[in-house]
């Protein structure tokens, strides 16, 4: 559960705290979908809507990066060359995952369905999680330890990275 952020924490604290957050969030999410797929019983009641949660929550979350944030970053101007290389790297990690996202969905439906045997399911729901995760892990942990809060200080005022936040409340379904 999300808890509120204290008043004294700075926007870039803020941003670093949702970045954490969000990254654990999708961690725990693809761990409890491979415990879902595993064994060899009926799969859950749950497993189809453990899936779909998942994907939305990562599109989402790349979603406000590229579309939002990453672009506001871009735009200040105030990136080195690394940092502009950094992102450009995201953005490939990115396109990838969203290729693998495409992929997983479909069987969030399929996780009951009589047609596709069981087995069947379970291996492509495992290796398609494995997959993403073997991405999107080390794809966090960059985007944790460079996207520190000292950091992005540097590539955005505080006024700037505000008003990507306002841009995303008011323009979420419009992009």
Known sequence: MRQPAPAHQSTFDHFHAGLLQVHGELRQQASAIL???????????????????FCEHLENH????????FPAFRAAGR????????????DDE???????????????????????????WRGSVQRLVTELSDIANPHFAAEESVLTADHVAEMISARELGEAYRDMGMNWNRR
């Open 62 to 69: 790349h979603r406000s990066e590229d579309v939002f944030f």
């Open 35 to 53: 415990a879902a797929a595993a064994g060899d019983g009926r799969v859950p009641t749950s497993a189809g809507q453990l899936i779909a949660g």
């Open 94 to 120: 990115h396109a990838a995952l969203v290729r693998l996202v495409g992929e997983l969905r479909p069987l969030a439906g399929r996780a009951r369905d009589r047609s596709l045997p069981q087995a069947t």
């Open 79 to 90: 990136m080195r060359s690394t940092d502009i290389a950094f992102l450009d790297a995201r």
